[in-house]
C-alpha cells in the first residue's frame, strides 16, 4: 500500500500576501469550502495576530470546515501563538503551525538572537501551542540557507517538544531540486526522532522550481506538501497544488504515495480562486491553463483522435475540465439558484445577500441567455466582495459617450457615505473617462498599477471580468468587476479597489515582526 501524502493548502494564507490579492472574511470561507470539497488535508485559513478581520477569518473557517483541519500561523510569540489558539477554538480538527528563523542571515540581522535563543524560543513556542493542540507544527524559516547541523539540532528539540509535523521551508526560492532532496533525505536520517514527525515542504517560486524542489523532497521521504492553488503566493508564488497533486498521480512509477484528493475539482477552485484574487490563470498554464489540454499541430490532433494517450498522460475530466454543468436561465427560479450555489459550496450568510445576490442574476440573465458556473461565481462575489455593510463608495450610474473623431466623454454618479456626487470628464477612451470621472468624485490620488480584462464564459454575451490593480503609499488592492458591458465592469472594479485600498484594515506580515 502507497504511503499517504498530506496537501496542505495555503492559499487563503501564504496566497493572500501575493500584492493586491487580499480577501475578504466571506472570501476566504468560500475558498476553504471549495479546498474541503476537493479533499485537502490541512487549510492553513491565516495568520490570526496579523489583525482583527484575519482572526476573525481564521475562526470562520474553523466553524464551516469539518473535514479538513484548519490551521493558523503564530510566530513563535506568547501573543501569536494564544492568538491562533482563540482562533481554532471551534475547529473540529485544528493545529498551530509555528515558527521561527534559523538562518544566520535572519538570525542575526532579523531576530538578533543567538542559535541557542533561538533553539530555547522554538521549544517554548511548541509547548505553548501544545497547551491548545496536539496536532503543532514547527516551521524553519528560510530552512533552505541553514545549517544542515543546526537544523537537525532544533528539529530535535522541537519534535522532543511535542511538534508532529517539521516543515523545511524554502522561504526565499534558493535551493534546487536534487541539493533541496538530499537536504530532506539527510535530516531524516539524521534526527534521532524523526520517526515522530512528519516531515513537509513550502517551497517559493523565485527560480520557477518550487514544484520541483517540493517533488524532489517526496522522493527523498517528505510527506507533506505546502502548496497553493494556481500557485498563488508572495513574490514569484508558492509551490502550484494543482501540478504537484498530478505530477505524483501520473507518475506512480516513480512516486511511493499518493494524495486522497478529489482532483475532478481542481479546475473548478482554480477558477474560484482567480475570480477572488483577480489573478488570472495564464493559458498555458499547467493542468488548469485554458490550453493545457488544446491541440493546435495538425500532427497532435491527428494522434489525440486516433489514441488520446498519444499526447495527453492525464484525461482533462479527472481535473475537472469536462463536468456537467446546470446552465440557469431567466425563467430559473429562487430554489434553482439557491441549489446550485449551495453545490457550488456557496453559502450567503443573511438573506439580504441571497436577494442581492439573486437580483443580480435575474439582471445578468436579462442580458445573456444562458447563465454558467463562472457567471454565479462573480456574481457572488461582486455580492459578498466587501460586505454591504462596508461599501462606502458605491457606482450609481454610468454614462460614456465614445465615437469616431471625439474625445471620449463619462458622466459618473458615486455614492461617497450615502451622499451623491456626479461628475464628468474626458479621457484617451471610455474606460479611461470613467477612471478620470471617479478619482474626480473620490479624490484618491492613487496610482492604477494593472488594467486586465478576461471574459468569465465564451460568446459574445459573456460577462467581462475587469481586475485593477491601485496603489498609495505601502497599500496595494486589487479591485474586481464584471458585467456584460465592460466599461461598466471597469468602473466597478475601480470602485471596488477604492474601497479595499481605504477602507480595509492593515495586516501584519508574517515574516516581520519582533520574533
Known amino acids: ?70 490551521c493558523g500561523l503564530a510566530r513563535a510569540l506568547e501573543k501569536d501563538i494564544d492568538r491562533a489558539g482563540e482562533s481554532l477554538k471551534e475547529a473540529a480538527s485544528a493545529r498551530i503551525h509555528t515558527f521561527i528563523a534559523t538562518s544566520p542571515i535572519h538570525m542575526e540581522r532579523k531576530l538578533r538572537m543567538t542559535p541557542d535563543q533561538v533553539v530555547e524560543q522554538a521549544v517554548w513556542a ?20 541553514s545549517e544542515l547541523d543546526y537544523l537537525c539540532r532544533i528539529f530535535e528539540a522541537v519534535i522532543d517538544a511535542g511538534a508532529t509535523t517539521i516543515n523545511v521551508p524554502d522561504t526565499v526560492g534558493y535551493n534546487v531540486p536534487q541539493q533541496f532532496g538530499e537536504t530532506i533525505r539527510s535530516l531524516i536520517e539524521r534526527v534521532p526522532n524523526s520517526g515522530k514527525a512528519v516531515f513537509s515542504v513550502h517551497c517559493h517560486n523565485d527560480l520557477g522550481l518550487a514544484v520541483a524542489n517540493s517533488l524532489s523532497s517526496v522522493l527523498n521521504g517528505a510527506r507533506q506538501v505546502e502548496c497553493t492553488i494556481n500557485g498563488l503566493g508572495e513574490r514569484a508564488g508558492n509551490a502550484s497544488l494543482e501540478e504537484v497533486v498530478m505530477t505524483v498521480r501520473t507518475r506512480k512509477d516513480v512516486f511511493d504515495c499518493d494524495t486522497r484528493l478529489d482532483t475532478t475539482q481542481i479546475v473548478a477552485c482554480s477558477k474560484l480562486v ?12 499547467a493542468i488548469v491553463g485554458a490550453n493545457a489540454f488544446a491541440h493546435e499541430s495538425g500532427i497532435h490532433q491527428d494522434g489525440v483522435l486516433k489514441s488520446r494517450e498519444t499526447y495527453e498522460i492525464m484525461r482533462a475530466e479527472d481535473v475537472g475540465w469536462t463536468q456537467n454543468r446546470m446552465v440557469l436561465g431567466k425563467h430559473s427560479g429562487r430554489n434553482a439558484f439557491r441549489t446550485r450555489l449551495e453545490e457550488l459550496g456557496v453559502v450567503l450568510d443573511s438573506e439580504e445577500e441571497v436577494n442581492e445576490a439573486f437580483a443580480r442574476f435575474k439582471a445578468l440573465a436579462d442580458k445573456k441567455h444562458e447563465i454558467f458556473d463562472e457567471d ?12 454591504i455593510e462596508q461599501e462606502r463608495l458605491r457606482l450609481v450610474s454610468l454614462r460614456v459617450c465614445s465615437e469616431t473623431g471625439e474625445t471620449p466623454h463619462a458622466d459618473v454618479v458615486v455614492s461617497v457615505d450615502g451622499e451623491e456626487k456626479a461628475v464628468s470628464a474626458a479621457g484617451g477612451g471610455p474606460v479611461d473617462a470613467a477612471f478620470k470621472a471617479i478619482e474626480a468624485a473620490v479624490g484618491s490620488h492613487s496610482t492604477l498599477q494593472l488594467y486586465s480584462v478576461n471574459n468569465i464564459t465564451s460568446g459574445t ?54 520574533v
Open 461 to 514: 454575451d459573456a460577462q467581462g471580468e475587469v481586475t485593477v490593480r491601485l496603489e498609495k503609499g505601502d497599500r496595494i488592492c486589487n479591485g474586481q468587476g464584471a458585467d456584460t458591458d465592460i466599461v461598466i465592469a471597469s468602473a466597478k472594479a475601480y470602485i471596488n479597489g477604492l474601497n479595499k485600498l481605504f477602507f480595509t484594515v492593515k495586516r501584519a506580515h508574517p515574516q516581520t515582526g519582533d
Open 376 to 387: 454565479l461565481q462573480a456574481i457572488v462575489s461582486e455580492t459578498t466582495s466587501f460586505g
Open 274 to 285: 482567480s475570480s477572488i484574487t483577480g489573478f488570472p490563470v495564464q493559458p498555458n498554464k
Open 126 to 145: 511548541v509547548r505553548r501551542a501544545r497547551r491548545y493542540t496536539d496536532n503543532v507544527e514547527f516551521s524553519a524559516e528560510d530552512a533552505g540557507r
Open 1 to 70: 500500500m502507497k504511503d499517504k501524502l498530506i496537501i496542505f493548502d495555503t492559499t487563503v494564507r501564504d496566497g493572500e500576501q501575493s500584492p493586491g490579492a487580499s480577501m475578504t472574511r466571506e472570501e476566504k470561507v468560500r475558498i476553504a469550502k471549495a479546498l474541503e470539497k476537493m479533499r485537502v488535508d490541512v487549510i492553513e485559513a491565516g495568520f490570526p495576530i496579523a489583525s482583527q478581520g484575519d482572526f476573525e477569518a481564521v475562526q470562520a473557517v474553523a466553524r464551516s470546515v469539518k473535514d479538513s483541519t484548519v
